[in-house]
């Protein structure tokens, strides 16, 4: 993304291939919304996915997923693997916001997300998870899951969070200190200046089974567990509205 002569974000270059594509929504603010869709229903073993975008200094772009992605059964040995590189340059805004990852019985995925921000650049980033499928009693008995988050400023790391669920996660997850048997949770980080101006009122919106805390002046990290996707969403979008000043792609309420 780079900024034309008035300031506007506009799309710069775009390659695309497979099953991965990118759909640009017309919007009618300064920024960009840009809905990654995925065209192979899913992800199972074998599949490879890499993501990679650079916002441009003094650009703004939010980028979102058409629907909750899927990580469906592997074959033995097989592992999906979804690699996202984000580079948010000076004076630059990101809004990472993909919908929920649905987690099936059997599945293998290995996820990273890298984030690299300048100084002075702005970030809002969700990591919605489901484990299972609630209305279809779904438990997960084996799975491989491997997933990590780095987001750094200046080379500097301000975040990092990693987890690992092999085996029987139903079991695991019931257990009191890990998740209190919670079918969903959420991981969310932001990055700006005010972001202190938002720890009350986040507190007062979110249930006992979610937490928000200031890691540094300008971080601010929430991690919300809920029964299912619809206890998580009822939570989350209006903590998202908030964060994002209303903000939140049209695709999450569909």
Known sequence: MRADKAGVTRLADLRQSGSLKLVLPRTYGVGVEAIIVNTAGGITGGDRYDIAALVGEG???????????????????EVGRVATTLTVEADARLYWLPQEMILFERSALRRRLSID?????????VEPLVFGRAAMR?????INF???????RGGVPLYLDGMTL????????????IAGGAGAMASLVLVAPDAGTHLGPLRAMLPATAGVSMIADDV??????????FEMRTTLVPVLDR????GLPTSWRL
Not at 59 to 77: D, M, P, V
Not at 166 to 171: K, P, S
Not at 243 to 246: G, I, K, P, V
């Open 146 to 152: 491997q997933d990590r988050i780095e987001i750094t």
């Open 117 to 125: 921000l300048a100084v002075g650049a702005r970030l809002l980033m």
């Open 166 to 177: 092999a085996g029987d996660a139903t079991t695991h997850l019931a257990r009191p200190a």
């Open 59 to 77: 650009t703004s772009l939010t980028l979102t997923t058409q629907a909750a992605e899927r990580a469906y059964r592997a074959q033995a040995s």
């Open 138 to 142: 779904e438990d997960l008995r084996d």
């Open 220 to 229: 601010l990290v929430l991690r919300l567990l809920a029964r299912d996707s």
């Open 243 to 246: 964060l994002s000043q209303d």
